[in-house]
């Protein structure tokens, strides 16, 4: 389950370089060919190193299309809903894992041979429809400006802006954010040329020598991502049969229903969350969630110790009590942290360097992930399931006073006002600040004079 994780780090990666190159549109085209290839070969496998191999595929498959939907989302989006409609990504991620648990239980009646194919081969379908669909996307008119397409661009801003007005404000405020000149204004226009080795120049504004603002939007991206996961949500999602096993509940017919309560509790009140997004704003729905996050998991962990330490008897508040936690963990997580990471991830990085801090944010999220979802049943063996909770409790604890210390709010700003929020503009932070050092300098030596 967890190497999956491992996988999508290539897809991540290689998704950041191929969006700048052949745009933002095609690379879902590219990730759906991804999904659908893997799930052929992991259904139609004839031995465990076809299925990994599939397995593999579906990986790459996963990281491109967990890096391009957002952030293509979130580029065509005005900034009145783009927190709304970059959700809609955690939305359908959840109701994918809800149809997991529903068709999964109907195909396990199937014949043992054929059920698990047909479990792990469905997935090809709803990638042919997403690669039909794009046909019918606007392409992104940031990326349209990056490539000097501007005619193109006023036309997709024409489709997607509330008024002309704020059409021709946003395609300035792109410009200026690709360094096009004002004046320059043809239907192509020149784009200042790549300088040789100029990827890696971008990893070097990015990772190696960034300025005081993109350090710290990369902070938060990689705290955010990190903490998303680190909080134990994927040992709840993927072991929640084990969990409820180890509650006491053993009936099959129980353990279904509760397994699948977990899924529609996620998915509806992530559609409650893509709603609150734009009208509450990031950072009161981050400290909300986390908070009681801790509070859930103590109650889980609490209720799983109790039953551990009573094999041999039932102990009803108990495992009332772990249902109940399990349920508000899942709550909790998906009115904020849930669907708050890709919203947040893919909204504040400039443009110049968005793709790349994008994949290096979900590169994290995904060791993290995987991490956590292979070493749970390891470390529920060696400090008991209800420990393992309880530790999850202490890093979300720590989360919070991140989130609250480190996650300026960003509802409602345009994204090319986020190097503001997060200081001096990320472009020309290093200018400004030798400039205002020359300024004082010389009012310094004019005082002295």
């Known amino acids: 389950m967890g190497i999956l994780n491992f996988y999508s780090l290539i897809g991540s990666f290689a998704a950041g370089r191929t969006s700048d190159w052949i745009g933002r549109r095609f690379t879902v ?25 599939g397995r593999f595929v579906a990986g790459v498959g996963v990281g491109y299309g967990l890096m391009i939907a957002p952030v293509y989302t979130a580029e065509v989006s005005p900034a009145s809903a783009r927190g709304f409609l970059t959700s809609f990504s955690e939305v359908f991620i959840n109701i994918g894992i809800l149809l997991g648990y529903v068709s999964n239980y109907a195909f396990a009646r199937l014949p043992l041979h054929l059920g698990w194919r047909v479990m792990l081969g469905i997935g090809a379908a709803p990638s042919v429809l997403l690669a039909l669909m794009v046909s019918g996307m606007p392409e992104s008119p940031r990326w349209l400006v990056m490539k000097g397409r501007l005619a193109d661009a006023r036309v997709v801003l024409d489709r997607i802006a509330e008024t002309p007005g704020e059409a021709a404000a946003r395609l300035a405020d792109i410009k200026a954010a690709a360094s096009i000149p004002d004046d320059a204004d043809g239907d192509v226009v020149p784009v200042p040329k790549r300088r040789s080795g100029e990827e890696k ?20 991206t990689l705290g955010l991502q990190f903490f998303q996961q680190a909080s134990g949500v994927d040992s709840v999602v993927l072991y929640s049969p084990r969990v409820f096993q180890s509650a006491g509940i053993a009936d099959d017919d129980q353990l279904l229903a509760t397994t699948c309560a977990v899924g529609v509790t996620k998915t509806v009140i992530i559609l409650l969350a893509a709603i609150l997004l734009d009208r509450v704003g990031r950072r ?10 801790v509070a859930s998991l103590v109650g889980l962990a609490t209720g799983l110790t109790v039953v551990g330490r009573h094999p041999d008897a039932k102990v009803p508040w108990a495992v009332g009590l772990c249902v109940t936690s399990t349920l508000a963990f899942v709550s909790f997580f998906s009115v904020g942290l849930g669907p708050m990471t890709a919203v947040y991830t893919s909204e504040i990085f400039p443009l110049r360097v968005r793709a790349l801090g994008y994949a290096v944010g979900v590169a994290c999220n995904h060791v993290t992930s995987g991490v956590v979802s292979m070493t749970f049943l390891s470390l529920s063996s060696a400090i008991t399931i209800g420990g393992s909770f309880f530790l999850y409790a202490g890093i979300v604890t720590l989360s ?28 020309a932070g290093t200018d400004a600040e030798d400039a205002a050092r020359r300024e004082t300098d010389s009012s310094s030596s004019r005082l002295l004079g």
């Open 201 to 220: 120049q971008v990893w070097k504004e990015l990772i190696l020598s960034p300025t005081p603002t993109v350090r710290r939007i990369l902070l938060a």
């Open 400 to 427: 919070w006073v991140f989130f609250f210390t480190c996650l300026p709010e960003t509802r409602g700003r345009t994204l090319e006002e986020m190097a503001e929020l997060f200081g001096t503009t990320a472009a």
């Open 284 to 293: 009161p729905l981050m400290l909300t969630s986390s908070g009681g996050m």
């Open 29 to 53: 085209v590219v990730a759906a060919a991804f999904f659908f290839s893997g799930a052929l070969l992991m259904g139609l496998a004839g031995d465990y190193a076809t299925l990994m191999l």
